[in-house]
């Protein structure tokens, strides 16, 4: 009775196997005999009584059962038919196994029913969609750990490139702002110079002397060309004065005696009227004054831009004082 059971589940075996992977059933070798020696023999016989017990019979049922339902979903989609028939192989294993256990006296397990497996099996396959979709919604919007530490670095070292030539674009061309020591000061109309023949004018956040001459407004630097001391006006010698050294200059900013090597700095003065603007310029003879062609003309100083005062000895004024 074993023996029959065993080679029965042998040869079901061989014919499922050779149904699964398309080889003819007859060039597969014969299960073995049994009674070829003892030892295979008994080893059939206790095999066959294991096989045979009711729990381990369920057990077995069982597991083919989950075997078959765990068949990939494309293979069963692509060999439905043939899913089909392992489903009612599968069933009449199950009923098989469950008459064996009732003729064994022990209670029959629930038998399944016939035909559900394949509507549940080609079920997940329409619920794969979206399992599939979720690696490219990572792959769009995710970032590992790596990934993000390099864009991080990345735009750190941007940003620090960035900021550094920014500094070095303002240190190599300084932009000051009108009304700062560097760059323009508004002094509004020429009617509000000092008249020609009056004392200078301070201007001590643009750092210059304004004044008026018969060629034109002067800007005069407060800075002394010797070393670099503030020099006064001295209304009683109608002059400048350094108190450093003792350097005089004119009231033009002309060199007169002292330790100085030259006359006095200027900077540029811009005259608007009617829309033209006329500056101070340079010259073998100094800094020549824009002419004001009118008391309206708009006076700016560009503390910005320097013309050096010519040599002491080229002085107009040298030795006048
Ligand atoms: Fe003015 Fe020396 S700094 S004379």
Redesign the pocket.
């Known amino acids: 009775m074993a023996n029959e059971l065993w080679n029965e589940r042998v040869q079901r075996a061989q014919q499922i196997t050779a149904e699964r992977k398309g080889i003819d059933i007859s060039v597969m070798l014969p299960p073995r005999n049994p009674s070829a020696d003892g030892s295979t023999h008994r080893a059939a016989a206790l095999v066959a009584e294991v096989v045979s017990a009711p729990v381990v019979a369920d057990v077995i049922a069982q597991a083919e059962a989950v075997v078959e339902a765990a068949t990939p979903v494309a293979v069963a989609e692509a060999s439905a038919p043939a899913s089909e028939a392992a489903a009612d192989r599968v069933a009449a294993a199950k009923a098989k196994a469950a008459a064996r256990a009732a003729s064994n006296g022990a209670p029959a397990a629930p038998a399944p029913a016939a035909k559900p497996a394949a509507a549940p099996r080609l079920a997940p396959a329409k619920t794969a969609a979206p399992a599939e979709a979720a690696p490219a919604e990572v792959g769009q919007s995710g970032m590992n750990r790596r990934e993000f530490v390099t864009y991080a670095w990345a735009a750190a070292l941007g940003l620090v490139t960035l900021e550094g030539g920014l500094a070095t674009f303002q240190f190599m061309y300084p932009r000051f702002k009108e009304g700062q020591f560097g760059g323009k000061f508004s002094l509004g109309a020429a009617s509000g110079l000092p008249p020609a023949g009056d004392p200078p004018r301070a201007d001590p956040d643009g750092k210059f002397w304004m004044v008026t001459t018969e060629t034109g407004p002067k800007a005069i630097y407060m800075v ?6 503030l ?1 006064k006006w001295e209304q009683s010698n109608n002059r400048f004065e ?6 005089k200059f004119s009231r033009e900013g002309f060199y007169i005696e ?3 090597a030259r006359s006095l700095d200027q900077f540029i003065v811009e005259v608007e009227a009617a829309g033209v603007v006329a500056l101070t310029t340079d010259s073998e003879e100094g800094a020549i004054p824009p002419t004001v062609p009118s008391p309206d003309a708009e006076i700016r100083v560009n503390t910005g831009k320097r013309i050096q005062g010519k040599p002491a000895a080229d002085s107009p004024a040298k030795g006048t004082g």
């Open positions: 002394c060309t010797h070393l670099g001391c020099y350094c108190p450093c050294h003792g350097s002292g330790p100085a």
